[in-house]
């Protein structure tokens, strides 16, 4: 079983950084996929961005070039730094993990409980 422990929402203001964490307890955290979803109010679950266990990240379209994914496998923490944030970004921001190692665009085993990210305007 992995435990994933989401820290670092808040509220910011249109235009501000935000960085959000994820740890893990998984004791084979550094061959796992790791990434990112959000839900805003009324909507559905969506991806965010993913990284691989050899450090390839993907992006969706929406954060391209605002968000990135890093990971610091010694720490066992996934990190999502958010910049140049929107009103659009406010969203329950969740950790999610792939032990198979396809990307968790494609698959998640687990979730995080979730950290709350509102951008104000």
């Known amino acids: 079983q992995v435990q994933l422990v989401e820290s670092g929402g808040g509220l910011v203001q249109a235009g501000d950084s935000l960085r959000v964490s994820c740890a893990s307890s998984?004791?084979?955290?550094?061959?796992?996929?790791m990434g990112w979803y959000r839900q805003a109010p009324g909507k559905g679950r969506e991806f965010v961005a993913g990284?691989?266990?050899?450090?390839?990240?993907d992006y969706a379209d929406s954060v391209k070039g605002r968000f990135t994914i890093s990971r610091d496998n010694a720490k066992n923490t996934v990190y999502l730094q958010m910049n140049s944030l929107r009103p659009e970004d406010t969203a329950v921001y969740y950790c999610?993990?792939?032990?198979?190692?396809?990307?968790?665009?494609?698959?998640?085993?687990?979730w995080g409980q979730g950290t709350q990210v509102t951008v104000s305007s």
């Open positions: 999610a993990a792939d032990t198979r190692g396809v990307g968790v665009r494609i698959w998640v085993d687990y």
């Open positions: 998984g004791r084979t955290f550094s061959t796992y996929a």
């Open positions: 990284i691989s266990w050899t450090g390839k990240t």
